[in-house]
């Protein structure tokens, strides 16, 4: 007969390792579709620079079918760490419970779990603020080519695209303060802070896009 403690260590364990394996098997390959995307974006961000009218136009067509992608990379990342988080939390309530009732013997396996999981709560916490630090990083970089584009429009044009990416900066520079506050919270505060965090940039992508169709239309 299996003791009670095995029983709850065994328990414990099986559900915490394969959750484990999951999401880190499923980070990495998230991880791969962003890096390849990103590599050439970043490619063809650089050959802008040389191209000719024509040619800028097909390259600026397939940088925005790549960010489409990259973009839906980064949101099932993004998707399945905050559902690995929920994972963990009710890992965490359910050894807490179990430890309320545990002997001795059983108290000393359930901490030793308990510490593995609140551990993993924390590398999984940080994979989130390090994917919106990258999200951030990439708009940085969005904002700066529609600053590019502006530039080449007539002065006549350039008060009101001016205007609109003052906004788009002014969003951009507030989601870049709430990441900050996010890399600092709690962990009572993480998850009402992260949804502002992405909150936050959505307001750049709303701003971003409403720039690049003023730029656009701007002549």
């Not at 394996?21 to 590599?39: C, G, Y």
């Not at 430890?99 to 779990?113: D, I, S």
């Not at 700066?144 to 990416?165: C, F, G, M, Y």
Request: aromatic fraction near 2%; glycine fraction near 2%; proline fraction near 0%.
């Amino acid at each position: 007969m299996i003791p009670k403690h095995q029983e709850a260590k065994d328990r414990v364990t099986v559900h915490f390792e394969a959750g484990k394996k999951a999401f880190h098997e499923a980070m990495e390959k998230a991880q791969s579709h962003i890096d390849v995307a990103t590599v050439e974006i970043n490619k063809l961000r650089g050959e802008l620079k040389t191209h000719a009218a024509e040619a800028k136009t097909k390259t600026m067509a397939h940088v925005d079918e790549l960010t489409k992608k990259l973009d839906a990379a980064r949101k099932e990342q993004q998707e399945k760490i905050e559902a690995r988080l929920k994972e963990l939390d009710a890992d965490i309530e359910s050894i807490n419970a179990e430890l309320k009732h545990a002997a001795v013997r059983e108290k000393a396996v359930l901490e030793a779990k308990a510490k593995a999981v609140r551990e993993e709560y924390d590398a999984t916490r940080r994979a989130l603020t390090a994917s919106l630090d990258a999200e951030i990083a990439e708009w940085k970089a969005r904002i700066s080519a529609a600053r590019e584009a502006a530039a080449e429009k007539k002065v006549a044009a350039q008060a009101d695209v001016h205007a609109k990416l003052a906004d788009l900066n002014a969003k951009y520079e507030a989601a870049e303060k709430k990441l900050h506050a996010l890399k600092q919270a709690s962990s009572a505060a993480f998850d009402e802070l992260q949804h502002g965090v992405r909150t936050a940039i959505a307001d750049v992508r709303t701003a971003a896009q409403q720039a690049r169709k003023d730029i656009a239309a701007a002549s």
